[in-house]
């Protein structure tokens, strides 16, 4: 789900199918994770977070897998709905001192009727 | 209950001159932080304030400055404005520091330098 320059990573999906959006992070010392959902003109909006002592959570339509193996964060969106169609984008938080927050470049979900 | 308010919604500026935006947050929440989105780098820290005191700060030049009021209304000031500082600039409040809570954004306030 990393972008370079501009040009954000585009994943068109049909309405009904599952979509899967994808996040490496880089600081194996994250402990908490979270994704966000941005429609055009608004500001992000919480979807679900995940701390590093789960590898898995779901919430409604939605599930965080979490690869501390390899870095990996997706979000699977269930029955995806033209209303879906935003950028999503994570977000991780290094543990112990203060909290800055980071996060990835987005992935832009177009979600076809 | 009302949402995170940003005030303007739209700002035009030319270099060289200052800024001031506001942020009033979810009532009751004490921690609000201020973030700079632009297409080239994305969503970027800028500082959290939790009861009146700056906790965090990004990696951002010193022209860069917030406060926070008694109330939790927060105010975020640019000065001597450069065409980079042209972006999205969103604010976030949530009851307890950055990590503890779901932060709730505001719209935005679009910053155009000239």
């Known amino acids: 789900g990393e972008s370079v320059g501009l040009h954000l990573p585009t994943l068109s999906v049909q309405e009904g199918d599952n979509s899967i959006i994808n996040c490496a992070y880089s600081?194996?010392?994250?402990?908490?994770f979270i994704w966000y959902k941005q429609e055009s003109g608004k500001g992000p909006q919480f979807i679900i977070d995940i701390r590093s002592n789960m590898d898995k959570r779901q919430g409604q339509r939605v599930t965080v897998l979490l690869n501390k193996t390899v870095k990996h964060l997706s979000l699977q969106i269930a029955a995806t709905q033209p209303g879906d169609s935003a950028v999503y984008f994570c977000a991780e938080k290094t543990s112990g001192g203060s909290y800055i927050p980071t996060f990835g470049r987005g992935t832009s979900l177009i979600v076809h009727p | 209950k009302a949402g995170v308010t940003q005030t303007p919604r739209y700002l035009i500026k030319t270099r060289g001159q200052q800024v001031t935006l506001s942020c009033s947050p979810i009532?009751?929440?004490?921690?609000v932080s201020w973030y700079q989105q632009t297409p080239g780098q994305g969503l970027q820290f800028l500082f959290e304030y939790f009861s009146e005191t700056q906790r965090n700060k990004g990696n951002f030049p010193g022209r860069f400055s917030g406060r926070q009021f008694s109330n939790s209304r927060s105010e975020m000031n640019v000065s001597t404005l450069e065409l980079g500082d042209s972006a999205l600039y969103l604010c976030?409040?949530?009851?307890?520091?950055?990590?503890?809570?779901?932060?709730?954004f505001g719209p935005g306030t679009r910053l155009t330098v000239l």
């Open positions: 976030a409040s949530s009851l307890g520091p950055i990590g503890t809570d779901t932060q709730y």
């Open positions: 600081n194996s010392a994250s402990d908490y």
């Open positions: 009532s009751g929440h004490r921690s």
